[in-house]
């Protein structure tokens, strides 16, 4: 149960947001936790990384996709950030899965166990190792996979190539799916997107859609 004083806080939130946490990473050298609306909220200086279930490009995806009419028993996330994607599932969709939360800096991971709430954090398997590396030597299969894989605003190449693509396939289970998230809130990052998608994406999963989320796309398919 939150703490007296961290019910307080909550509560204040929604008049001005409030400083949790300021600090920096080798891999994100300037990230702050903020409580805004009763919601925690993690943002480098040019990216939101969570926002609870604020977090519009999953929660929007998710309700275009009626993903309450899936069977998510395992869920993975790379670029897990402070959890957005479980906290969705299960606050909104009442899903009851189980977790796999994949986050290159074991700096972030630390702040997503100390400020997941309780219900989730016995849900989540938490793994500080390269996104692509996790995906190369999956041994697991499962039904969503969601990337989320931001260096502040930018996807890093190595999951922009089709290399990475192609690995996500041995990791997913029948008819499971993958939400690829990409920034779409200027002309420029917008032309990136749809270029990628068509090029790259739909060449190795022809059957992808593009779902707008309001300032970002989902690049998805059904697998």
Known sequence: ?????FR???LLSYLTELTLYEGGTETNPDIEVLLSSGRLKLNTPRATYSHEDKYYCYLNAFNKLGIQEYNLNKVLILGYGLGSVPVILERVFEKDARYTAVELDPDI????QQYEPKEILGKVDYYAVDAFDYVQYCNEQYDL???DLFLDNVIPDRFR???FLEELKSCVAKDGLILFNWLSYTEGLRQETEKYFASTFKAVYPDARMIETGGNRM???RV
């Open 219 to 221: 690049l998805c398919v």
């Open 8 to 10: 307080c806080q909550k």
């Open 145 to 147: 996979i969601a990337v």
């Open 109 to 112: 991971l630390a702040l997503a």
């Open 161 to 163: 190539s089709e290399d």
């Open 1 to 5: 149960m939150p703490s007296f004083s």
